[in-house]
């Protein structure tokens, strides 16, 4: 059974950074294709699409969102993705959750995805 955990999120002041973590479980990065994914969601407001990555390291991610401020990567041997980010901004303030799907495709569907975490939530005060 494949696990996800989030871990990073927290308060922090606009312009500020974090850097979130998801560990995943019962499956092994180097031996699985699969794509990771972080999507967020605010109070109120639908899910959206941040960013994806796949097993080769590829990326995907929302322009309007990440405006160059995000990065995600991942540490095959650790299992584990990340999701730095930079000069944030109230309006980054959502949950933020982690999911994988199995596969190379970077997809911004949450429904593709077959996996995911409980999330995190980060809170950035202006």
């Known amino acids: 059974q494949v696990q996800l955990g989030e871990s990073g999120g927290g308060l922090v002041q606009a312009g500020g950074s974090l850097r979130l973590s998801c560990a995943a479980s019962g499956i092994t990065f180097s031996r699985s294709i699969m794509a990771m994914g972080w999507f967020r969601q605010a109070l109120g407001k639908e899910r959206e699409f941040v960013a994806a990555i796949g097993w080769s390291g590829l990326i995907t991610s929302d322009a309007d969102t990440v405006e160059g401020r995000f990065t995600v990567s991942r540490d095959n041997a650790k299992n584990t993705v990340y999701l730095q980010m930079n000069s944030l901004k109230a309006e980054d303030t959502a949950v933020y959750y982690c999911?994988?799907?199995?596969?190379?495709?970077?997809?911004?569907?949450?429904?593709?995805?077959?996996?995911w975490g409980q999330g995190t939530q980060v809170t950035v005060s202006s």
């Open positions: 999911a994988a799907k199995y596969g190379s495709s970077r997809t911004r569907d949450g429904n593709d995805y077959k996996y």
